[in-house]
């Protein structure tokens, strides 16, 4: 299973910047897809996931990120609107799947794209 990630890139304050993340490969299923992101000197951290099309973000993305997914291309989606200095990061995508050869759920992780917000 391969992830390729898109879309990061340099924003104003108050921009928008939708990511993108195809998985592909040999796919059995898909049971998570969601975003970390990890900022300089921090710990990475969940931004939202969606799991059996119910939605979970972190306190400080909410109201200004959706995730959404088109489950027929198997893509990821991160609509971020009003963004902050803050939101500077790298953001990688991860799916939990099961491969057509496995029978466990595995997470796979794209390569992650830089998001970078100017004041």
């Known amino acids: 299973v391969q992830l390729q990630a898109s879309g990061g890139g340099l924003v104003q304050v108050g921009g928008s910047l939708r990511l993108s993340c195809a998985a592909s490969?040999?796919?059995?299923?898909?049971?998570?897809m969601g975003w970390y992101r990890q900022a300089p000197g921090k710990q990475r951290e969940l931004v939202a996931d969606?799991?059996?099309?119910?939605?979970n973000y972190v306190d400080s993305v909410k109201g200004r990120f959706t995730i959404s997914k088109d489950s027929a291309e198997n893509t990821v989606y991160l609509q971020m609107n009003s963004l902050k200095p803050e939101d500077t990061a790298v953001y990688y995508c991860?799916?939990?799947?099961?491969?057509?050869?496995?029978?466990?759920?595995?997470?796979?992780w794209g390569q992650g794209t830089q998001v970078t917000v100017s004041s």
């Open positions: 969606i799991i059996s099309g119910s939605t």
């Open positions: 991860y799916v939990d799947a099961v491969s057509s050869a496995g029978y466990y759920s595995s997470r796979y």
């Open positions: 490969g040999s796919i059995f299923s898909i049971n998570v």
